[in-house]
């Protein structure tokens, strides 16, 4: 008996449906040598993002295209590569493939397509001297119990994770345009901020974090437009702070706010004195608190504070004083927690009880986060003003939800992969976030755990 061995059914079906459209490795280059002229590396010598996109991107086109040429199966890949606009001089202009073909022919043809080049030499080429005599008909009994492979899923099916570097080479053409374009819209904000702090005196002018471009310019204009037409308006806002975010303001109420404002200090005081010169604050990393909210939640908890400290008194086991610790009077509905700073986050309706044992079981641990928090605050500045200059960046922040510890490890693995990733980082403005992704304004987010995000 005669033992006939083959290659694997997964590689002999892929040479079968594709050796009558693949060209040799002269021909591709034949084929592609107008690309090859429009975007070689050489040619960007004066736009260093661009030359190092183009030479990362043709690295992993002639690598695809090997594998074609030897019959061989790769994953589809996306590429960016930037070219010169004809038009107008020292402009460039980005165009995105997507390298998901089965043959070689049909990537070289595609590219000289997106590229609005002549496709003439490789339509001359012949395909094949022949096709299979017949469709070959697949027994799954048998591929299913010698194989995972099955022969009548699609060819490229594979799902692909996508990692800095990669979405960096496909994504900053397109970030570099938008930012190019928002330009004159960050100097009027600029403009804009310099004129009314002037004009009306403000002690501070600050927005939201996260505030699209387009919408701060308008939140600026409408400002001044306001107080141009409001000269009552203009005399309130003389010497304060404003800040633009989501809440509405109180500009005409301004007079009655002051008093409101001025007892602060003191209800903050008496929820302290009643919890042994606790330090009472506010949260960090959070949006801002109206006024009226924030009076009503310390008057309903100083005043139960207030009745229990009378009836119950405070645990033999507390020092003289908690001015160590810190305290944040949250809303009825918020959580009893500590916070990753250290901080105690109080809602004004916990009962007295359960906020005296919340200290106690927590104190220990509240002051050590605190002290580590102060300790990586300093770490995580320094390591700002690094990566900023090492790679290069215009605009550097993060997103309120990313912790300092967080920001730490992306920033150290920023820099230690600053040698390929300071070219396409340049120049940009770069949000330190959960995700990806390009904005309007072309300002782009990266994940803070970026190539360590699940999938």
């Not at 590396?41 to 030897?70: C, E, M, T, W, Y």
């Not at 070219?83 to 020292?90: D, R, S, T």
């Not at 003439?120 to 697949?138: A, F, T």
């Not at 992969?417 to 300002?443: K, N």
Request: aromatic share 8%; hydrophobic share 35%.
């Amino acid at each position: 008996m005669h033992i006939i061995t083959s290659r694997a059914p997964r590689q002999l079906l892929y040479e079968i449906k594709n050796s009558c459209r693949n060209l040799s490795s002269a021909q591709v280059t034949t084929a592609l040598r107008p690309f090859y002229f429009l975007v070689h590396p050489d040619l960007f010598g004066q736009h260093p993002r661009a030359q190092h996109v183009n030479d990362a991107s043709l690295k992993l086109l002639n690598s695809h295209l090997d594998s074609l040429i030897n019959h061989e199966k790769p994953r589809p890949v996306s590429l960016q590569f930037y070219i010169k606009n004809k038009k107008m001089q020292g402009s460039l202009n980005t165009v995105a493939l997507n390298l998901n073909k089965p043959s070689a022919r049909d990537i070289v043809h595609r590219i000289l397509n997106e590229f609005d080049l002549p496709t003439k030499y490789v339509d001359n080429l012949p395909e094949s001297l022949h096709e299979p005599d017949r469709k070959i008909k697949w027994h799954q009994p048998f591929h299913g119990g010698s194989s995972t492979f099955n022969p009548e899923d699609e060819l490229y099916s594979a799902r692909l994770r996508e990692n800095l570097y990669s979405w960096l080479i496909k994504n900053m053409g397109e970030a570099e345009r938008r930012l190019a374009v928002s330009e004159p819209i960050r100097q009027d904000i600029v403009r804009l901020r310099h004129s009314l702090i002037e004009e009306l005196n403000l002690s501070q002018l600050s927005w939201q974090r996260g505030l699209g471009t387009t919408h701060l310019r308008g939140c600026l204009q409408g400002l001044k437009a306001l107080t141009m037409h409001h000269q009552e308006i203009k005399e309130i806002l003389q010497g304060r702070a404003v800040h633009f975010g989501n809440e509405t303001g109180v500009i005409c109420k301004l007079p009655e706010e002051d008093s409101m404002i001025q007892r602060i200090p003191d209800m903050q005081r008496a929820v302290s004195n009643a919890l042994r010169e606790i330090q009472v604050t506010h949260r960090k990393y959070q949006p801002f608190v109206l006024v009226e909210h924030y009076i009503q939640h310390l008057r309903r908890l100083v005043t139960s504070l207030g009745d229990y400290r009378g009836r119950e008194g405070f645990p033999k086991s507390w020092p003289e004083k908690l001015s160590s610790l810190q305290l944040v009077v949250e809303s009825a509905a918020g959580p009893l927690m500590l916070s990753p700073t250290g901080q105690i986050l109080a809602p004004s309706s916990c009962p007295p009880w359960l906020l005296v044992n919340f200290i106690t079981e927590n104190m220990d641990q509240a002051e050590k986060m605190i002290a580590e928090y102060e300790s990586i605050r300093d770490q995580e500045k320094d390591l700002y003003e690094k990566c900023k200059e090492d790679l290069g960046l215009e605009f550097l922040e993060k997103d309120d939800s990313v912790m300092p510890n967080m920001m730490i490890e992306c920033l150290e693995r920023l820099l230690d992969s600053g040698y390929r990733l300071s070219p396409l980082l340049s120049g940009a403005r770069i949000w330190i976030t959960h995700y990806y992704a390009v904005m309007v304004d072309g300002e782009v987010c990266i994940p803070w755990n970026w190539d360590q995000e699940k999938f």
